[in-house]
């Protein structure tokens, strides 16, 4: 009977073993984040608060940088990060185009970190005159948006000027050769061509755009590890607040790691919404009238509801 009971005792170590060996096998993973070049993850990013928190649960951390808000989608989309930051054009097509995707928290408005540029010597003195007019934008990306406001606003639409689709890169490139006539863009490349190219501002967001920008988890990642992306917003919202306090010293910190001056670094900084919070009814309802009027302009394929991905999370992720 003794040994009965041992062989017992001995299966049932065995199959505490396996499973705390399975559990510690599933907190095992590694959290891929896609920032942009610039905004608040870079400064996560640089921090390593992050990667300290998360080592106690097992989590590594592996960034991937895109220069757009589509580009990073795409990424979320096909599975190669389950987390990011974008503007508020980015989610509406993605989610059009069927991707897991979740909304987890949104910076305050930063309405003049995007605008539409002309070049120093331009005759362009309104919006009004783009019409017929070559613009250079990244297509669905948070400026997309901007742009049908402004024309809406100067009684025109997207079908009176010609769109030119280009990444941040190229479209800079295209502005300087003369091959378009305005460019759409956002900080920290607004700064950049404010101060090196005297590119002149025709309209920013104010009174047009709240500008926010959304952190976006895939549907299964949140669903799966709502502590990790809980501590993640946390850790992200820390920065943000420490941003605000002290600009001049996020300028110090930001500078080097985009490669811009401090001078056009700070114009950017002070520009830009800090401090991440969950999602309220009015922003979830300010981002479905983008999404009304994209498909109504039948940019998307079909008309969407934000609410139903904007992610709650569970009473005690929501607690802590």
């Not at 991707?99 to 995007?114: H, S």
């Not at 331009?122 to 402004?150: D, F, Q």
């Not at 946390?234 to 790691?257: M, N």
Request: hydrophobic content about 40%.
């Amino acid at each position: 009977m003794r040994t009965t009971y041992l062989r017992r005792g001995l299966v049932a170590l065995l199959a505490a073993a396996i499973s705390s060996a399975a559990l510690a096998a599933d907190d095992a993973h590694t959290l891929r984040i896609g920032y942009q070049k610039y905004g608040t993850l870079v400064l996560l990013k640089a921090k390593g608060s992050l990667e300290q928190r998360l080592a106690d649960q097992g989590v590594k951390v592996q960034w991937t940088e895109f220069p757009g808000g589509p580009q990073l989608l795409e990424g979320l989309n096909v599975g190669s990060i389950d987390f990011g930051v974008t503007g508020e054009t980015p989610p509406v097509f993605a989610q059009a185009a069927g991707a897991d995707l979740r909304y987890v928290a949104y910076e305050p408005p930063a309405p003049t970190g995007e605008a539409i540029l002309v070049p120093k010597g331009s005759a362009i003195k309104s919006v009004a005159e783009l019409k017929g007019k070559k613009v250079a934008l990244n297509k669905g990306s948070n400026v997309h948006y901007l742009l049908v406001r402004a024309l809406e606003d100067a009684g025109l639409s997207i079908k009176d000027i010609t769109p030119v689709y280009l990444p941040p890169a190229d479209a800079r490139a295209a502005f300087e050769r003369g091959s378009v006539d305005a460019w759409v863009i956002w900080d920290p490349f607004q700064a950049a061509a404010e101060q090196q190219l005297q590119a002149r501002t025709l309209r920013d967001g104010s009174g047009l755009v709240d500008n926010h920008q959304f952190y976006l988890a895939s549907g299964s990642y949140a669903q799966q590890h709502p502590q990790v992306v809980g501590a993640l917003i946390e850790e992200i919202r820390a920065v943000g607040e420490d941003s605000k306090a002290d600009p001049a010293k996020v300028t110090a910190q930001v500078a080097p790691l985009i490669g811009l001056s401090p001078e056009i670094t700070h114009k950017a900084v002070t520009r830009q919404g800090y401090g991440a919070q969950p999602l309220t009814p009015t922003v979830v309802e300010a981002q479905q009238k983008i999404a009304d009027t994209f498909a109504d302009l039948k940019l998307i394929p079909k008309r969407l509801s934000i609410k139903d991905v904007v992610w709650t999370p569970p009473a005690k992720v929501a607690q802590h």
